[in-house]
Nanobody, 124 residues
Framework: VQLQASGGGLVQPGGSLRLSCAAS????????MGWFRQAPGKEREFVAA????????YYADSVKGRFTISRDSAENTVYLQMHRLKPEDTAVYYC??????????????????WGQGTQVTVSS
């Protein structure tokens, strides 16, 4: 399985970005995909997840109301639309996937499929 993330960049505070993650080699039809992020000197943290069969979405409290995760099942792709970005959102964003859903979707330990990461920098 390969996960290819894209869409990162430099944006001013209050701006928007959309990240994409395309999966190839496997579908996650019984599991889900999501996003984690890691800022310099900090641990990797959960951002959002999409549960494929039920289309349920899950978010970290820090991004609720600002970020939206969605999917394109035909393209086996998940998106992260980010609005009202803050400097504290600056991090490398990683997409993840699991073939079978795990209730600990917020833990990086349950994911064995990781994308290469894309840098998001929020700065004026």
């Amino acid at each position: 399985v390969q996960l290819q993330a894209s869409g990162g960049g430099l944006v001013q505070p209050g701006g928007s970005l959309r990240l994409s993650c395309a999966a190839s080699g496997r579908t996650f039809s019984s599991g889900g995909m999501g996003w984690f992020r890691q800022a310099p000197g900090k641990e990797r943290e959960f951002v959002a997840a999409f549960r494929w069969p039920t289309r349920a979405t899950y978010y970290a409290d820090s991004v609720k109301g600002r970020f939206t995760i969605s999917r394109d099942s035909a393209e086996n792709t998940v998106y992260l639309q980010m609005h009202r970005l803050k400097p504290e959102d600056t991090a490398v964003y990683y997409c993840v996937g699991r073939s079978v859903w795990n209730v600990q979707y917020y833990s990086p330990a349950v994911y064995s499929n990781w994308g290469q990461g894309t840098q998001v920098t929020v700065s004026s």
